[in-house]
């Protein structure tokens, strides 16, 4: 029996923001509510507060955070607000006591990171933030290859970060604006897959950058950079980010270079944005002739669903419960997000080298 299994209750979480992508956290309030309950709902929208609470049977729902934190009974806050916003939000809820769960990207500056941190670690509490590709089978299986040592030693990596913004939102989306969202497709986009190396590689030494804005609907906001990552190991990582893409579909292309293998989430059969990870081993002296799917929950490290949100959430619900610190923490979080600070101030400084400086 599981520790969250073994409870007396479910932990009582708020829903902070109610806009696209609460859409991915509802499930897990759904599928397994004996582990997470949704206790309340909060957006300033007040119809779309209420269509939430409507679903989960809920008495009232709340347009104002603080009185939600006042008045609501509940253990923890899971956070879907626009960037600029998770920073105030997080730390409203963990000075009344409250577990956070926050949607990647963890804050919009590294002292608002380093704040939370501190305040959670203070108060005793749980700080997560969403960074769901850790929570996918096939990226968690691969994890445990890599530590098995069957790619042997990684050399390079690639990842790329496609998308046309104009598909998805139009201007004036907070998305297109660096003060709320903290930049362009490097904090937006790429951190997924920043965030997946570094669970793959460990830290980052240093990042050389360059960025670019080509779509005037982009204020203070990149929507082309490149960016070559040195990590501590000695893998090389080249990184492409375009957020403003003329043709192609959303896509997250992904490459591992290692000793004895190579591993990639190109396409099969027309699907890029949802294109899984393969692999292939040398034979000898002679290439592999075809990549194999790594088939996640196959007796390498299985997860409770093949859905990364559901396993984010039941995660931290976990965490929560046992007092073990999350795959995703704040605390590991702050390595991530200096990388992303890193490759922005290399931008700023025109492509110069800039050392990764991770708060200790």
């Known amino acids: 029996m599981t520790a969250w299994e073994n409870a007396q209750k479910p932990l009582a ?116 933030v969403a960074q769901v590709q850790r929570y996918t089978p096939e990226y968690r299986n691969l994890k445990v290859l890599i530590d098995r040592g069957e790619l042997g030693a990684i050399h390079h990596a690639r990842i790329d970060g496609i998308q046309n913004l104009h598909d998805y939102a139009e201007p004036p989306h907070w998305l297109y604006h660096g003060e709320t969202a903290g930049g362009g497709g490097i904090i937006s986009v790429l951190v997924h897959k920043i965030d997946l190396l570094r669970y793959f590689l460990g830290e980052a030494r240093r990042v050389t950058a360059l960025g670019k804005t080509a779509d005037p609907a982009f204020r203070d906001a990149e929507d082309y950079a490149v960016a070559l990552i040195e990590f501590e190991n000695g893998a090389l990582v080249d990184v492409f980010s375009c957020y403003s893409a003329a043709a192609l579909p959303y896509s997250e292309m992904f490459w591992l270079f290692g000793e004895k293998a190579v591993v990639h989430t190109l396409p099969s059969e027309g699907e890029w944005s949802r294109s899984q990870p393969r692999i292939a081993y040398r034979s000898g002296t002679k290439s592999g002739r075809a990549f194999k799917d790594i088939v996640g929950g196959a007796g390498v490290d299985t997860l409770p669903t093949d859905q990364p949100f559901v396993n984010e959430i039941l995660h931290f619900a976990e965490c929560v419960t046992t007092g073990r610190e999350p795959i995703s923490s704040g605390r590991d979080n702050l390595g991530t997000m200096a990388v992303i600070f890193a490759i922005y101030e290399s931008m700023r400084l025109g492509g110069q080298p800039v050392e990764v400086k991770r708060p200790r």
């Open 13 to 128: 979480v708020g829903l902070v923001g109610c806009g696209a992508i609460s859409g991915a956290h509802l499930p897990a309030y759904r599928m397994y509510p004996e582990r997470v309950r949704l206790a309340a709902v909060c957006d300033t929208r007040e119809d779309a507060a209420a269509k939430v609470a409507r679903e989960f049977g809920l008495e009232r729902h709340y347009t104002d955070l603080a009185e939600m934190l006042a008045e609501a009974p509940i253990d923890a806050v899971d956070i879907c607000l626009p960037h600029h916003l998770h920073y105030p939000a997080a730390l409203a809820a963990l000075k009344v006591g409250k577990h956070v769960l926050v949607e990647k990207p963890f804050a919009v500056s590294m002292a608002e990171c380093v704040e939370l941190v501190e305040t959670a670690q203070a108060k005793g509490l749980t700080l997560m």
